[in-house]
């Protein structure tokens, strides 16, 4: 009898284990445990067994009556626990999993590196200069003296006396020069800063400075070379119209426009009706940037360009604030 007990306490429990519905393991308590069941019946069959056995018997019996019931009780838990967590639908595994949140990049460099791209491909490289500038690199190399009005139009961070945080990114064009013999083809992206803040101004922006320096360069080139980057960045439809201008660093100077990406140059709020937004200032190298770079002026002309990065990501998705840019709103930035 002690190897019935034995053999059938292990088989109950292993059917106990493979039940897979609260309903089976039911079946299973009521085979084994119920009135009818098969531990009743050992019980009963104790009458049988010779009395010097017996009570050892009755215990080994009870003891697998007891750890039967366990098990069905544990059972019951890891079945409840899995229904839970499907709410009594089966497992689905060709379900996609959770997606997980990922970064992704800002608005304001995946602009500057389509830029960048279109100047690659023309044989531009990439310079950069510190965001922490001379005055002398930042206005007196460029033909902007101290007394020079010019200045005003630069709100001007200052760090401490003949330091300041760089107002436009035209001061590595300086020290490109510097450092390298013409010909020069670079392209500057990076921070700016000036003190001012509204709705089209943020005290930090985003320029790309240009610079070409060879024999013989002329205006024409500055022209083509604009006009071809519009038309790979704004598409084949886009106008673009020169504007004289001065900038002390470029003679002659001019702004330059493109026809309004919003209305297509019919006239809008976004271009306050004139059909066209300002994107850019360029012009020629002046010759007394390049005698502070030691270049022959004879010899060597130039072009020079700044673009606005922010104005030119705003036009391009209808960004109404360049404020959005800064303010690290993941509704905003998720958009693009
Ligand atoms: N540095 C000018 C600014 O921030 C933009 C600019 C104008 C850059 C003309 C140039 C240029 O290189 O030739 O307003």
Redesign the pocket.
Known sequence: MKDELEAFAKDALEQIQLASSAQSLEEARVHYLGRKGKITEILRGLSQVPEAERPAMGQAANQVKQSLSEAIDARKAELEAVSDANEGEPADFSLPSRRRSEGHIHVINQVTEEILSIFFELGFQTATGPDIETEYYNFESLNIPADHPARDSHDTFFVKPGVVLR????PV?MRVMEKMQPPVAVVVPGR?YRVDNDASHSPMFY?I???LVDERVSFAELKGTLMLFVHRFFGKTAKIRFRPHF?P??EP?AEMDVSCTVCQGKGCRVCKHSGWLEVL???MVHPNVFRHAGYDSEKYTGF???LGVDRIAMLRHAIPSITHLYENDLRFLEQF
Do not use: D, I, P, R
């Open positions: 107002t436009h990114t035209s064009q700016v320029q400075e240009g610079l900038f660093f470029t100077s200032g360029c012009g020079a360009f700044g």
